[in-house]
């Protein structure tokens, strides 16, 4: 097992020079976009005077470099720095009451994120497996092919329109889901299930086609081998033949797509967060790309690129744990 | 207000407190239920300090539920005390004195009084405070407290409309010495106070059990105010029925929203205007028959016809709405006449004119459009407008005041003074034209110390016209508040057009059925 652990140390040590990249391009991203965080905070009130005095209160004078590592060298002591919005807030109110920090205001958004996220996953991946087995089992029947058209046309569709036709049917023409998702904090579990509950089946439609292809096509290469073969000349019932002996030689690939799904669910969130109003990191995201609001914008890219990162990482090694060569090397 | 000419009631507005209390109701509003409200116009840094507020999900909840200003504009339009039962001018305008409201407390049981005025005006003059409201209160010399519940304030300048600037939604009332306590949870003397704030997500509020404004405001038992920025999440939300009142409608959306039976859209008229102002400092536009030509150039009814879809009215090149006391409706429109704008194109001494107008829809929706149809009616007059599509990032600083001739708009302003020393006075920040016309300045400074009506309308007559034939700022169209109401909710008649949803108000005015 110790090859697994060094694997482990070195990807995780790649995967922080990979967010160390990731902040530098964000950064400088940003800062190209025209105009800054004073010019959009302030709008048509903006007076030159006014605009100059928000960029000396939180430092948008000094040179691009200089404003770079300042904030690396808080990041890495693991303090995130103050979100403009409400760091200039508190100037306005002359004392600076800790409420701006980016940890306390990204905290709750991304707590909401990520229910949202295994919401949808304790849907998606469960219905594009069983899915992905069922076609590879009625392989070229009508159910395979309609499981394929259905699959194929939710993931062609842009998720906003797959967000407004479930809102058609399951709000509008029949009321049974609410079409806002407005979650707040000290809600009860079921309400906050319930109004999680549309933009979790967006998501599902939107991430179930690439998993359940990827079991159907995995599976669907192994049936030819000659185990399969045996197994079947031993008279076993073509379901069991699937599931005990074709899919935990096929689970390599799919633990591969599932892990990519799941961090597109934490990471592509954004336009269903809008459409469906719900408070998650993707309209915070939004809200300070549009005001430069540079510390929330650094700290929420590197949470969606930490979460590629680590889900990719989770991923490469359960295949190792699944496959009896790479974990008994020679 | 029968009876009760608006000016008298402002020199001395002794009455006031008396409907300030009973609310003159025109309809039976009875008490109860809960009222949620999906709002466009919030943001993450939005906060309860009244200095930065800037959009209705803020003004709404500050001015509308959890904090009073001094005065108050009703929904017609006439300003009645709020905090202030009555106030009184010297015979120059120049010196305030306010009685303040008696027995009135903050929601952690302060008492309100004298020293929370001042202190409350004195955050927007405070050195680098940023407030927005600061122009207003600039002018103010003095403030004086005479007793616990009289206020004194001396300014500059003789201003007839103090009382008006004194309602605005800036000018919020904070308890003295606990402002930043305040700022931080939402204590204010208002109807309803804070159970839940999350900035840019919602706020919660509950009625104060014993408020002064008694039963004449304040009807519903819990309030709440969810943001919905998406114009479609939030049409969604009311023809679904889980909230019960939207703010800005997209036109394109009205018809269907009217096919509802469950949902009736309210639409008024008041001060938001969409402009096309031109530097009149520099060439060509410092010729006023350049400037005149522009105006006969455009296609002001196919603009309100096309951009707003015909929810607006066309306008007449001055910035004063039908929501404004002195609005001269009867000055004769501008009408589009390509051969007028020739004829001043000609005594230019041009032949031909090209221009460059930028415009981005930062600006207000569909000014790109706007000014593509500005384009196609100002050729036959020999004006080739360039439309230049600018970012709408930073929009605001590079190109508005910038660029010669841009795109912009204006939420409008109640009182005339105050539209003009915005963005008309010679010299201000906001004068997008950078129009300097001495009569106009001249009556600008004797109309503001007027305390005579009929006077006063006489000067503001003028300064519209002047504007209208000499001004800088094109000002095609003014856009209606459209807004949504499921039928659960009670509105009284009249609902105030001076801003979106009932002057910000609503959560004080309506009720459920």
């Not at chain 1, 096929?250 to 591969?256: F, M, V, Y």
């Not at chain 2, 004195?97 to 929601?107: A, D, E, I, Y």
């Not at chain 2, 009332?173 to 704030?197: D, H, N, R």
């Amino acid at each position: 097992m110790g090859n697994v652990l060094t694997i482990i140390l070195q990807r995780l040590a790649l995967g922080f020079l990979t967010l160390l990249v990731v902040s530098v391009v964000i950064f400088v991203a940003v800062n190209l976009l025209p105009g800054d965080f004073a010019q959009s905070i302030l709008g048509q009130g903006a007076t030159p005077e006014s605009v100059a005095a928000i960029r000396r209160d939180l430092g948008l004078d000094q040179p691009m470099v200089t404003r770079y590592f300042s904030w690396l060298g808080g990041a890495l002591q693991g303090d995130f720095g103050s979100s403009f919005a409400q760091a200039s807030f508190a100037n306005f109110t002359g004392s600076d009451s800790g409420a701006g920090s980016v940890a306390q205001q990204i905290a709750p958004r991304f707590a909401n994120t990520m229910f949202l996220a295994a919401v949808s996953a304790a849907i998606a991946v469960p219905f594009a497996l069983v899915l992905g087995v069922l076609a590879a089992l009625y392989r070229n029947s009508v159910f395979d092919r309609a499981t394929n058209i259905f699959t194929l046309s939710s993931i062609s569709s842009p998720e906003f329109f797959l967000a407004y036709v479930l809102i058609l049917f399951l709000a509008v023409l029949n009321p049974i889901l609410p079409s806002v998702s407005n979650i707040f904090a000290d809600m009860a579990f079921s309400d906050r299930l319930e109004k999680t509950l549309l933009p979790a089946l967006t998501l599902t439609l939107v991430v179930t086609a690439h998993m359940m292809r990827m079991t159907r096509a995995a599976i669907i290469n192994l049936l030819s081998s000659p185990y399969i073969e045996m197994a079947r000349l031993k008279g076993m019932s073509p379901l069991r033949v699937i599931v005990r002996h074709a899919l935990p030689n096929a689970l390599a690939p799919i633990i591969n797509v599932v892990a990519i799904n799941l961090a597109y669910l934490i990471t592509g969130v954004v336009v269903v967060e809008v459409v469906f109003v719900y408070p998650g990191i993707g309209q915070l995201f939004v809200d300070s790309v549009k005001f430069r609001d540079i510390p929330v914008v650094q700290a929420c890219c590197l949470i969606f690129a930490a979460a590629y990162i680590l889900l990719n990482l989770t991923a490469d090694i359960m295949s190792i744990l699944s496959n009896p060569r790479l974990r008994h090397p020679k | 207000m029968n009876g009760i000419s608006r000016r008298g009631l402002l020199k001395t507005g002794v009455a006031a407190g008396v409907l300030g209390l009973s609310g003159m109701p025109l309809r039976a509003q009875s008490r109860g239920g809960k009222f949620t409200a999906g709002i466009g116009g919030a943001n993450t840094s939005d906060s309860w300090d009244g200095r930065t507020h800037s959009d209705l999900f803020m003004i709404a909840a500050a001015l509308g539920g959890v904090y009073d200003a001094l005065t108050e504009v009703a929904a017609d339009g006439s300003l009645q005390g709020e905090l202030a039962t009555s106030w009184e001018a010297s015979p120059d305008a120049k010196v305030w004195t306010f009685n303040l409201r008696q027995g009135v407390t903050f929601h952690n049981g302060k008492a309100f009084g004298a020293d929370d005025v001042i202190e409350s005006l004195q955050m927007h003059v405070a050195e680098g405070s940023k407030s927005a409201a600061q122009p207003l209160v600039a002018a103010i010399t003095e403030m004086r407290k005479i007793t616990d519940h009289q206020v004194q304030f001396t300014l500059e300048a003789g201003n007839a409309d103090f009382p008006y600037l004194l309602s605005d939604y800036h000018l919020l009332m904070y308890p003295a010495g606990q402002i930043e306590e305040s700022i931080a949870k939402g204590i204010g003397t208002g109807l309803y106070e804070v159970v839940a704030f999350d900035p840019g997500v919602r706020f919660v509020g509950r009625r104060v059990a014993d408020h002064y404004k008694g039963d004449s405001a304040g009807f519903f038992d819990e309030v709440e105010l969810i943001a919905i920025n998406d114009n479609t999440a939030r049409m969604n939300a009311l023809l679904t029925g889980q909230i019960d009142a939207v703010n800005r409608i997209d036109f394109r959306l009205e018809p269907l929203l009217r096919a509802n039976p469950n949902v009736s859209i309210q639409e008024v008229t008041g001060n938001q205007h969409y402009t096309f102002p031109m530097l009149t400092q520099s060439a060509p536009f410092n010729d006023v028959n350049v400037r005149r030509a522009l105006k006969y150039g455009v296609d002001r009814q196919e603009m309100v016809d096309k951009i707003l879809l015909g929810h607006g009215k066309v306008g007449n090149d001055s910035p004063i709405g039908p929501a404004n006391q002195y609005y001269h409706a009867e000055m004769e429109q501008l009408a589009y006449d390509p051969d007028r704008a020739k004829f001043h194109l000609k005594q230019a001494g041009l032949d031909s004119l090209n221009i460059d107008l930028s415009a981005s829809n930062a600006a207000f929706e569909g000014a790109v459009d706007a000014a593509q149809l500005y384009q196609s009616s100002a050729a036959p007059a020999g004006i080739n407008i360039n439309v230049i599509q600018e970012p709408a990032d930073g929009y605001w600083s590079n190109v508005w005041l910038v660029k010669p001739f841009s795109a912009s708009y204006w939420s409008g302003r109640s009182t005339e003074d105050w539209m003009f020393s915005s963005a008309y006075e010679a010299g201000v920040p906001w004068n997008d034209s950078q129009w300097d016309n001495a009569r106009f300045q001249e009556l600008l400074y004797s109309a503001r110390a007027e305390l005579d009506s009929d006077k006063r309308r006489e000067q503001y007559y003028e300064m519209q016209q002047i504007l209208r034939d000499d001004g800088g700022v094109v000002i095609p169209m003014f856009a209606n508040f459209v807004q949504a109401i499921s039928n659960r909710v009670v509105t009284p008649d009249v609902v105030g057009n001076t801003a979106q949803m009932d002057n910000n108000r609503m959560l004080e005015r309506w009720s459920l059925a």
